[in-house]
C-alpha cells in the first residue's frame, strides 16, 4: 500500500477539459491501514465549499502525482487565525476512497477493464523465484519465476492470472537483497463497475483468509485499469496491522498453490460464495481472534454463522414441510374458538424449519468430527447438545444461566477450527499439510480443554504429539 505525506494542491471540481478548475494549497497524509485526510487553510470570506455535503476531490502532490478522492466530507477544525488582516479557518477532509494516478469522474468508475491485486503474504504462497546455488554455496544463479497461475476463467466474465515484478539492490557494496511482488490480475471481458470488482477481491481475501489460517490477511495493492487510466485504489483497512508474521513459510498454508489444481479450487471457492452469500460477508470477522469485547458476544457471532451455513446446507425438506402445515391444519380445523386458531397459526408460522441442532449433527458427521475427536456417540451428542443449550441461554436468558465462561473461550476456539476443516473438506483439499494438522490438534486441545479441566496433563500431552507430527512430516517431506 501506498503511503503518503506530502503538499499538494486540491480542487472541489473539474472543468470539461478534464483538469480541475482551481488549485488550493493543502497538505495530505496517508497512513499505514489506508486512512487518508488532507488538511487546508483558506480565507473564511469564500466559504462556498463547506456547503458542500458529500463530494470528490481531486488534487496533485508537489511530486505530479495526480489523485481523486471520492466520498469526501469536511471534519470540524476549531483552529482560527489571522494573516494579513484576514480571517482563515483551517479545515479537514476525509473520505471513502483515494484513486492515485489520475483524475477520474463516476462515469470512468463503470468501465474497469482490469484490475491487480496483492495480499499480505502472496509471496509465499506463489513461491516466485527458483535460485541455483553453486556447490560451495558462495554463488547462486536467479532462475525464471517457479510458479505461475495460468490465466484461466474464473466465471464466464472474469479471467484470473498472475503478475510478478522483482528488484534487486546491493547495500554496502556486498549484500544483495530481492524485492518480490506477486500480483493476481483479473481481466474482465465486458467492463465492469468498481464496485463489482471489489467483490471479486473480497471473495478472493477470504479464499487467503482460510487457507491461511491465523494470519490477518490486508491488501498490499490494488490497482484498476479504466480507459486506459491506471489507478491504485487506497481505503481504510480496519482491523490493520503493520506487524506481519515472520514465521511464515509454505508450511502455514492449508492449500499450497499448484498449477493442476488451482483453477478447480479457486472456481469451488467461487460457487461457494454465490451459495452461501452474506456468510461469506463476515467470514474474516468471525475467524479473526478479539474481534468481540465479550465472550458471550463471539461465541453467538460464531453459532449463528454455523447456523446459517447449515440452514443453505441442509435445507428442510419440502414434502417434510408439507407434512407439517398439513398437520397443522387439521389441528386448527378441529378447534372452536377463532382466536384459538389463530393463536395456533402464530406459534407454529415458522416451526417446520429443520432444529438446528440436528443440521448440526449432519454438519458434524459430514466432516467426521466424531473420528477427528476420538469419541463415542455419547460424548457426540453432548458436544452438540451443549453448543444447542449455551446458544439458547445466551438468546433466552433467564435468571439460572448454566453456561461456563471458561469452557465457553474453548468452545469458540473448536468452532473457529471446526469452520477451517468445513471449507477443507468443501473445497476438496486432502494433501496433507502441517497447518492442517494444527487445526486437528487445535480443535481436540479445544474439546478436551472443554470437557474437563486438567489443563497441564492436556497441554503435555499435546506438547508430546506436536513433536512427534512435526517429526514425522519432516521424514515424509521430499526436501527433508
Request: charged share 30%.
Amino acid at each position: 500500500m501506498t503511503q503518503l505525506d506530502q503538499d499538494c494542491f486540491i480542487s472541489f471540481e473539474l472543468a470539461e477539459n478534464g483538469f480541475p478548475v482551481s488549485a488550493i494549497p493543502a497538505y495530505i497524509v496517508i497512513s499505514d491501514d489506508g486512512k487518508t485526510t488532507i488538511t487546508f487553510h483558506q480565507n473564511e470570506r469564500n466559504p462556498h465549499f463547506r456547503e458542500l455535503e458529500k463530494f470528490n476531490l481531486y488534487g496533485q502532490t508537489v511530486k505530479n502525482e495526480k489523485f481523486t478522492f471520492t466520498g469526501c466530507y469536511f471534519q470540524p477544525m476549531p483552529n482560527k487565525f489571522s494573516s494579513n488582516a484576514l480571517a482563515v479557518e483551517s479545515y479537514k477532509i476525509t473520505g471513502q476512497k483515494l484513486y492515485l494516478g489520475d483524475w477520474i469522474e463516476d462515469k470512468d468508475l463503470q468501465n474497469i477493464d482490469k484490475a491487480y491485486v496483492r495480499f499480505s503474504y502472496l509471496e509465499y504462497w506463489i513461491d516466485t523465484f527458483d535460485f541455483n546455488w553453486d556447490d560451495d554455496y558462495n554463488s547462486f544463479e536467479v532462475k525464471n519465476i517457479k510458479k505461475k497461475i495460468e490465466s484461466f476463467d474464473i466465471d464466464e466474465n472474469c479471467t484470473l492470472s498472475t503478475g510478478s515484478q522483482y528488484r534487486q539492490k546491493i547495500i554496502d557494496n556486498k549484500k544483495l537483497i530481492f524485492d518480490t511482488e506477486n500480483f493476481l490480475h483479473l481481466t474482465f471481458k465486458s467492463k465492469i463497475e468498481v464496485k463489482k470488482v471489489k467483490r471479486y477481491i473480497f471473495i478472493l481475501k477470504n479464499f487467503f483468509n482460510i487457507i491461511i489460517p491465523n494470519e490477518k490477511i490486508f491488501y498490499e495493492e490494488i490497482h484498476f485499469y479504466t480507459k486506459n487510466k491506471s489507478l491504485e485504489l487506497i481505503e481504510k483497512q480496519f482491523h490493520y496491522t503493520a506487524q506481519k508474521s515472520d514465521s511464515i513459510s509454505m508450511h502455514s498454508f492449508l492449500y499450497n498453490y499448484h498449477p493442476n489444481d488451482i483453477q478447480t479450487v479457486l472456481q469451488k471457492w467461487f460457487l461457494l460464495e454465490s451459495k452461501y452469500g452474506v456468510l461469506f460477508d463476515t467470514l474474516h470477522t468471525i475467524l479473526e481472534a478479539n474481534n468481540y469485547g465479550y465472550i458471550e458476544s463471539e461465541f453467538i457471532a460464531l453459532v449463528q454463522w454455523l447456523e446459517g451455513f447449515c440452514r443453505i446446507k441442509y435445507p428442510t425438506n419440502k414434502a417434510e414441510v408439507e407434512s407439517f402445515k398439513l398437520r397443522v391444519d387439521s389441528i386448527v380445523e378441529e378447534l372452536k374458538n377463532e382466536e384459538d386458531k389463530k393463536f395456533i397459526k402464530n406459534i407454529t408460522e415458522n416451526k417446520h424449519e429443520t432444529p438446528f441442532k440436528k443440521q448440526l449433527k449432519s454438519l458434524f458427521k459430514d466432516n467426521s468430527i466424531k473420528d477427528l475427536l476420538e469419541i463415542n456417540s455419547g460424548d457426540f451428542d453432548r458436544l452438540i447438545q451443549k453448543i444447542g443449550n449455551y446458544r439458547n441461554q445466551i438468546t433466552h436468558p433467564n435468571e439460572s444461566q448454566e453456561y461456563d465462561l471458561q469452557k465457553m473461550i474453548y468452545l469458540n476456539r473448536f468452532i473457529k477450527n471446526f469452520i477451517f476443516i468445513v471449507f477443507r473438506n468443501e473445497l476438496e483439499l486432502n494433501e496433507p499439510s502441517l497447518a492442517y494438522d494444527d487445526i486437528k490438534r487445535n480443535l481436540v486441545f479445544s474439546y478436551q480443554m472443554m470437557k474437563n479441566n486438567n489443563a497441564k496433563e492436556i497441554e503435555e500431552k499435546e506438547a508430546e504429539k506436536v513433536i512427534n507430527s512435526l517429526d514425522s512430516f519432516l521424514q515424509k517431506s521430499p526436501e527433508s
